[in-house]
């Protein structure tokens, strides 16, 4: 089935997992790497070499506008917009070949790494997208199955490998998203914080 047009300025949910639901990431640099990417691969300009230079935070033209991101052992989910209407290609295809190179190189693996090429739903008004954000962030509740709602939430907030600590405040990798539409459509994140409600059903 075709892939319908991407269209600049709207929002889109993209996700993918490995190849037979196995894992994408192995230890925490992997983690690290596949972020890092999510910063660096998101610009026009081609990527520095690190061993001659570091890449630079100015002069910076995004492919995408990234709102929420989460990363899980064997998959990962992104909410974005494109800022032109064939970003969201050009990065998608420049992580999935980023990241499958890094991985192959280290694990002296070969071969596909995804389960094909990634999937995307387009998010069709705001109310949407704040419910896709909560989905997104609430991902990590896979991992610690338990039944408490208030140690659930504890867990996410502390989640290292999502966007989640940065709507509440916290600095780390919060470089990656774009804070200006974040406020645009979602308002004050700290008023968007998740509740035990949230969790309740699933």
């Keep these: 089935m075709p892939r319908p047009p991407i269209a600049a300025g709207e929002y889109y ?23 890092r990417n999510l910063y660096e691969f998101n610009d026009t300009h081609p990527i520095p070499d690190r061993r001659t230079h570091r890449p630079s935070r100015s002069g910076r033209e995004p492919i995408v506008s990234i709102l929420a991101w989460c990363l899980m052992p064997n998959h990962f989910h992104l909410l974005v917009s494109p800022v032109e209407n064939d970003g969201l290609s050009l990065f998608m ?9 890094y991985l192959n190189k280290k694990y002296q693996r070969s071969g596909h790494l995804f389960e094909g090429r990634y999937q995307l739903k387009l998010v069709e008004n705001d109310s949407y997208a704040l ?20 140690a659930t939430l504890s867990f996410i907030d502390n989640y290292r490998w999502s966007s989640y600590p940065n709507w509440l405040g916290k600095k780390s990798f919060s470089s990656i998203l774009d804070w200006n539409l ?16 949230d969790l309740e059903g699933l």
């Design 13 to 35: 949910h993209v996700y993918n997992r490995g190849v037979l639901k196995q894992p994408i990431f192995f230890e925490s640099r992997d983690y690290q790497r596949f972020i």
């Design 131 to 150: 419910q896709l954000s909560k989905y997104i962030h609430l991902n990590p509740k896979e991992l610690i199955q338990s039944n408490n709602h208030e």
């Design 182 to 197: 974040l406020q645009n459509v979602f308002g004050p994140l700290k008023m968007q914080v998740l509740h035990p409600t």
């Design 93 to 101: 295809n420049k992580m999935a070949d980023g990241y499958t190179k």
